[in-house]
């Protein structure tokens, strides 16, 4: 994509390292997880010591995980491969790998844990399964707009929301029926999506732009209610865990903007070279992790003085960021 060439500069590494960080005295000590997409692969790395200590092979791909309802696996997706890989969020231990599900590029469960659905980025279509706890079932796949990208699901499990990355669109999808409910032009390029805790309003990052779009989605159609002006590349969000923001990587623009969810503004703002990608903040909101695509590096941000602590060598291409200690989502 066109601009993912721009601001090259932005590969450069900063020179204010805190060379004494450790963890706030919340944090754990499960692993951290980096999908290494272009090296299939996943970096293991302790949290403690700020060390890969092994690195777990994976089919093709892997770009994105989600731990299963039940929280004993972690579900990483391997895009090019169709499969996914289940490993121990604990112990980091390969459990098994399934075949047969096409291209999952994106994925999310349903919180009412009856629904698995997947994006299929280069086939063009969303696949929607039936979860019983351990297997999944393939009930409908919907042919959809071009590259359907990252998934949202309300806390009702009835509706999910996909992005459309190259014709610019979101579609809404009824769960029970696995019909389309809805198709919607956006910005260029929309990626991750964000929802409130009320259902009531969605954030879509334009990675084609500099903004966030918010949409109201509590009426019969889709509303644009507001823009954000974030940085180039805007991208992938996490929550900071305490009900109020939300963070949004601007891959482009080498940063990440925290959005107060009562005001839709940005409030901060931190440096994050190398092509911030996913995101994922440590319980008490102290420590941010955030993917460096470019650099091959996990960036390790504290988030209250706003400066980058360490980066840790990772694989090609890190995509997808996770550890079980994560603040609230």
Known sequence: MNFLSRRLASLALPLFFLAGFTLSADAQTNPIFV??????????????SWKETRRLPT??????????????????ANASSDTLTFIDPKTAEIQRTVRGIFDPYHLRF??????????????????????????LRLVKRLPTGKTPSHIWIDSRSTTAYVSMQDSDEMVAIDLATQALKWRIPTGPTPADIYGTADDKL???????????????????????????????GAHAFRA???????????????????I????????ESYAAPGGPDCIDVFAGGKTLMVTSRWARKLTVIDTT???????????????GVWTLDHAPR
Do not use: C
């Open 240 to 258: 900071a865990g305490d009900k109020r923001h939300v963070f949004v990587s601007n891959r482009v623009a080498g940063s990440i903007s925290k």
């Open 59 to 76: 089919g093709k791909e892997p770009h994105h995980l989600y731990l299963t309802p039940d929280e004993k696996s972690l579900v990483v």
């Open 35 to 48: 999908l290494n997409s272009l090296d299939a692969s996943i970096s293991v790395i302790d949290p403690v």
């Open 110 to 135: 349903s919180p009412d844990m009856k629904w698995l659905v997947t994006a299929a980025n280069r086939l063009n279509h969303v696949d929607v399964y039936r979860w019983d706890g351990k297997d």
């Open 260 to 267: 107060d969810l009562q005001t839709m503004d940005v409030v």
């Open 305 to 319: 003085t706003r400066k980058i602590v360490r980066q840790v060598n990772v694989g090609k291409s890190p995509h």
């Open 202 to 232: 969605l954030l879509v990052g334009l990675t084609g732009s500099d903004s966030v779009e918010v949409y109201d989605v509590s009426g019969r159609e889709p509303r644009l209610v507001k823009k954000i002006k974030t940085g180039d």
